[in-house]
């Protein structure tokens, strides 16, 4: 085992009192089997350990290769859990993967996507689940569009206030900058930056922006929103009048293909861009990389377009604060983490009890864990 993860692990785990107090309420697990998909990284690491040490049976797959961390997985497989997962897997393998942990026949499931819900429906498949969990805003939009299919509970917790209010709306938008600035060596100061998207995430994106130094408009579809962002102070406008005048665009939407192919047509030259959305595809990236691209740094790839222009693509298109920088601090992301497993020990305790569908997790869940 990669003594320096074993270091680094120790330290993690002192920092995380929350999660050590959830793990310790959790009923016996003996007899559960826990299909995860989710961000495979070392700060998951002691919630995984501890449902192992409680009884449970684990199978971890990944919801986006982009953020998976090796030693992690080897570490989680040598404790006793079940894993297919590898950093910049292909889709391929990715695909193979969702159907792996169907076929480990989990009882319940902790999701962070729906790939699982969405390829069990799909497939039509036999299964014993009783009940699952859903952590990410991606997610529940894609379970929304399955709605009277869902065969079972689904305990969405992506809109918990202490999930929300601190991963959303503080945390990513501060690491994304922070590894933009590590990884590039270039800050945001006189950079004219188009934040995509007004949801929680994108206000601390515009947020972080403005600290590390950029000039912020605000792109919002949604008029409540555009108007909030407006009552907050930030100039709005639409996508083609922001990405006329960006120096950098970040996406901050959930959907798939903001930055389509009309949308590229449109980037200045030397223009960045940056994806803080769950999924790699705010970025049309078969759109920007048929065009001639090479790689400039371990984080950013040149795309070089028509009549001279070079942008930027960083992160691969990934959710630049775990693709490429460290994810939440640990101090608030053992919140989140002690409320994911809160949340796993209400599935076992009473979440079969619910109707088949999507439920927002219970307050007596997870309040206890703000405590």
């Not at 901050?252 to 960045?272: M, S, V």
Request: net charge negative; charged share 15%.
């Amino acid at each position: 085992m990669n003594p320096e993860f074993l270091r680094d692990l120790d330290w993690v785990t002192s920092q995380m009192p929350r999660t050590a107090r959830a793990i310790a309420a959790l009923p016996d697990l003996s007899g559960v089997r826990l299909a995860c998909s989710m961000h495979l990284e070392i700060k998951m690491a002691p919630a995984m350990l501890g449902l192992l040490q409680r009884g449970a049976e684990l199978f971890l797959i990944t919801c986006n290769p982009a953020t998976v961390s090796d030693p992690f997985v080897e570490y989680c497989t040598a404790q006793g859990a079940r894993a297919f997962a590898a950093r910049g897997m292909s889709k391929a393998d990715h695909d193979r993967s969702i159907l792996a942990a169907l076929d480990f026949a989990p009882t319940h499931l902790c999701e962070m996507g729906a790939d699982l819900t969405a390829a069990l429906i799909a497939g039509q498949h036999s299964h014993c689940v009783c009940a699952g969990l859903e952590a990410t805003g991606s997610g529940t939009t894609r379970l929304a569009a399955l709605k009277g299919q869902i065969p079972y509970p689904i305990f969405n917790w992506d809109d918990l206030p202490i999930k929300e209010g601190l991963h959303n709306r503080h945390m990513v938008g501060l690491i994304a900058c922070s590894a933009f600035l590590e990884r590039v060596r270039l800050s945001m100061h006189g950079r004219r930056v188009a934040v995509v998207g007004y949801g929680l995430v994108g206000e601390g994106v515009a947020d972080a922006v403005r600290a590390f130094g950029g000039a912020v408009t605000v792109v919002e579809r949604d008029p409540a929103r555009a108007l909030q962002a407006q009552f907050a102070g930030w100039p709005v406008a639409s996508l083609d009048a922001a990405l006329s005048q960006a120096d950098v665009v970040i996406t901050a939407t959930g959907a798939k293909h903001i930055i389509g192919p009309a949308e590229i047509e449109q980037l200045r030259n030397g223009c960045f861009l940056i994806n803080v959305g769950h999924a790699n595809q705010e970025f049309d990236l078969p759109a920007l990389l048929s065009h001639p691209h090479k790689q400039v740094l371990p984080d950013l790839t040149q795309i070089d377009l028509p009549h001279g222009r070079k942008v930027y693509l960083f992160a691969g298109g990934a959710m630049a604060n775990l693709a490429a920088g460290q994810g939440d601090s640990l101090n608030a992301f053992d919140v989140t983490l002690a409320a994911l497993v809160a949340g796993i020990g209400f599935l076992v305790r009473e979440g079969n009890s619910y109707s088949p569908g999507v439920h927002d997790l219970p307050s007596s869940a997870w309040l206890p864990v703000a405590v």
